[in-house]
């Protein structure tokens, strides 16, 4: 079993920044990219940002490729989503997991990113 804890949401003004931490723990043999994805009200699930375990590959959704940048740190199971010049349309709860998640995978809480005026 793996668990997922995401953190670093909260409140901000359009334009403005954030960053993201996921903390991955237990059974992560398999997880070889992981994702970010995102779930904003009344919306399905979508894929965010995702990057190789090792060799660093990254691969972004269109809609945040020159906005967000993926990084991990291999010794601290980490992953991070840095998010700037975020829009309105960015609001949603943010999960992290591995990327494809599979049928059956856990999930964490996620963390609210709300972007207003």
């Known amino acids: 079993q793996v668990q997922l804890v995401e953190s670093g949401g909260g409140l901000v003004q359009p334009g403005g920044s954030l960053r993201l931490s996921c903390a991955a723990s237990g059974n992560i043999f398999g997880f070889y990219t992981m994702g970010w994805f995102r779930q904003a009200p009344g919306k399905e699930r979508e894929f965010v940002a995702a990057?190789?375990?090792?060799?660093?590959?990254?691969y972004y959704a269109g809609s945040v490729k020159g906005r967000f940048t993926i990084s991990r740190d291999n010794a601290k199971n980490s992953v991070y989503l840095q998010m700037n010049s975020l829009k309105p349309e960015d609001t949603a709860v943010y999960y992290c997991?591995?990327?494809?998640?599979?049928?059956?995978?856990?999930w964490g809480k996620g963390t609210l990113v709300t972007v207003s005026s």
């Open positions: 990057i190789r375990w090792s060799g660093g590959t990254t």
């Open positions: 997991n591995r990327d494809p998640p599979r049928a059956g995978d856990s």
